[in-house]
């Protein structure tokens, strides 16, 4: 497994933008963001491959959120636009040392980040 480190949430109003930052400790293979809101369950908000080629989101920030990754520095951020109040949530980074492809569930991936709080005001 790696350690992940994320960075980059905050309080901040509808309509602005957060960029989250996830460093790994080493050189992963797919990587992605979920997020837990109060009372859900956690859930996939966008995933990328290893090579950076291939990407998903879920169709609650498609459009608003883009996922991308330096495997030089060992990052993968996720830049949110035009934030709602139902982007609330602590975003975790997950990561797989193995899987290249999209990973999808939690099930796909071995490592995790600590989480990190986003709240946006209405």
């Known amino acids: 497994q790696v350690q992940l480190v994320e960075s980059g949430g905050g309080l901040v109003q509808a309509g602005a933008g957060l960029r989250l930052s996830c460093a790994a400790s080493?050189?992963?293979?797919?990587m992605g963001w979920f997020r837990r809101a109060p009372g859900k369950e956690r859930e996939l908000v966008a995933a990328?491959?290893?090579?950076?080629?291939?990407?998903y989101y879920a169709d609650s920030v498609k459009g608003r959120f883009t996922i991308s990754r330096d495997n030089v520095k060992n990052m993968v951020y996720l830049q949110m636009n035009s934030l709602k109040p139902e982007d609330t949530a602590v975003y975790y980074c997950?990561?797989?040392?193995?899987?290249?492809?999209?990973?999808?569930?939690?099930?796909?991936?071995?490592?995790w980040g600590q989480g990190t709080q986003v709240i946006v005001s209405s």
């Open positions: 997950a990561s797989d040392r193995r899987g290249i492809d999209l990973g999808r569930t939690v099930r796909d991936y071995d490592s």
């Open positions: 080493g050189r992963t293979g797919r």
């Open positions: 990328i491959t290893w090579s950076g080629g291939s990407t």
